[in-house]
């Protein structure tokens, strides 16, 4: 197989999607994290183009126009967005990319780009994403109340994507996703060229 891999991890706030991810880069350094483009201003040392690639609303807006993000959206008054010049660029060359992104964010990539696999993380129970979201000690009560009242839906979404991971301990959803991202290496259509090498 040449072509690299385009994973994406998402889930309902509070299932730890950000550790997990954090944890498969540094225990995958064949993974290449996507580098999102926003129309925000850079903060402290952040550098276009390692943290983000940073552009103005205009330029945004025009390249949004000329289709060339697999997904973006407007969050709180800024673009923020995956450029799909640099995810072709990587995956051209061989290397998967992870995308950690929003549920709608990942179907969007789904549309865009059919192959995406798309890998949905799961807390254990309800009453584990409430102690989780609760302990993070970030959400006024009533934030709180909205995501929790709103978990059960963004939750059932996870039924469009390919694979669901229960992140019950970070380090066993980490191996379950490095073993979903084996798989897909070995499947058949991408490995298609193995074959004609036993043609006479």
């Known amino acids: 197989m040449t072509k690299g891999l385009l994973i994406t991890v998402s889930g309902a706030s509070g299932t730890g999607k950000g550790a997990v991810c954090d ?21 402290g040392a952040e550098v276009d183009g390692r943290e983000y690639f940073f552009f103005d609303r205009s330029e ?3 390249r949004i126009a000329r289709g060339e993000f697999l997904e973006y959206a407007d969050v709180y008054g800024n673009y923020y967005g995956t450029l799909r010049s640099y995810v072709d660029r990587q995956r051209d060359a061989g290397r998967d990319v992870l995308l950690e992104i929003d549920i709608q964010g990942a179907l969007k990539v789904k549309a865009a780009c059919p192959e995406a696999i798309l890998i949905f993380l799961l807390p254990p129970s309800l009453e584990e994403l409430t102690r989780r979201i609760v302990g993070r000690g970030t959400e006024s009560e009533e934030s709180l ?19 669901v991971v229960v ?11 490095k073993a979903i991202i084996t798989a897909e290496r070995c499947r058949v259509e991408r490995n298609a060229q193995l074959f004609d090498t036993f043609k006479k």
Do not use: K
Request: proline content about 6%; charged content about 30%; glycine content about 2%.
């Open 23 to 43: 944890r498969l880069r540094a225990t995958t350094p064949t993974l290449t994290y996507s580098i999102s483009a926003t129309t925000r201003a850079p903060r």
């Open 145 to 163: 109340a909205r995501r929790l009242a709103s978990a059960p839906t963004e939750i059932d979404v996870g039924r469009r994507y390919d694979y």
């Open 167 to 177: 992140n019950d301990a970070v380090e066993t959803a980490v191996e379950r996703i």
């Open 60 to 62: 945004f807006e025009d």
